[in-house]
């Protein structure tokens, strides 16, 4: 089991900006592929961003050059900075790891958090 605890999320203006936090206990990222996922009421979990245990990552062209993942020098905590928000960010936000795959599926990530809530309002 990989715990992952998500935190960050909240209530704010379109246009805003938010950073979620993904921690992990006793592993680190750096063993782990991990990546951010979103689901609005009604709506399949989609894909936000990756980033694979070199460090690289990858976003949903629906949010390049608004989001920015990142990790802390531990390897502990993911980030996710978003900024210049829009309505249609709204969405509950899952972090996922897996040690072997890295891609867009939420189906083939092993680990997952319980989600913190984005809301944006216009």
């Known amino acids: 089991q990989v715990p992952l605890v998500e935190s960050g999320g909240g209530l704010v203006q379109a246009g805003g900006s938010l950073r979620l936090s993904c921690a992990t206990s006793?592993?680190?990222?750096?063993?782990?592929?991990a990546a951010w996922f979103r689901q609005a009421p009604g709506k399949e979990r989609e894909f936000v961003a990756s980033?694979?245990?070199?460090?690289?990552?990858v976003y949903a062209d629906s949010v390049k050059g608004r989001f920015t993942l990142s990790r802390d020098d531990a390897e502990t905590t993911l980030y996710l900075e978003m900024n210049s928000l829009k309505p249609e960010d709204t969405a509950l936000y899952f972090c996922a790891a897996d040690r072997y795959y890295l891609g867009t599926s939420p189906r083939s990530f092993d680990y997952w958090g319980q989600g913190t809530q984005v809301t944006v309002s216009s």
């Open positions: 006793g592993r680190t990222f750096r063993a782990y592929n």
């Open positions: 980033i694979n245990k070199n460090g690289g990552s």
